[in-house]
């Protein structure tokens, strides 16, 4: 039981520090690509912006994540106001 426990904590820390790596990477590169592309046109669908931000990506160690990641991501910054929301 001890084992099974130890090994759930090691996982959520693990899950924890993927994350953060994340955020200082990939998120902190594509928030940028998508506050630029939104702001040059606030018409594009939130799909349209991932296609542009994988079409634009400049991190040379790093592939970007695939359009429905985008998208999601896209999702959570549009919430918190760092991402213009689309305008039809």
Known sequence: MREKQRQAAGGK??????NIAA???WRRHATEL???IRTKDR???RD???IEVIGQWKLPDTEPPGARTLVEH????EADGSVPARQK
């Open 43 to 45: 018409s594009l669908s």
């Open 34 to 36: 998508m506050a630029a």
């Open 48 to 50: 349209q912006v991932a």
């Open 13 to 18: 820390r693990r899950a924890e520090l993927q």
């Open 74 to 77: 896209l999702k959570r910054r």
């Open 23 to 25: 955020e200082k990477g």
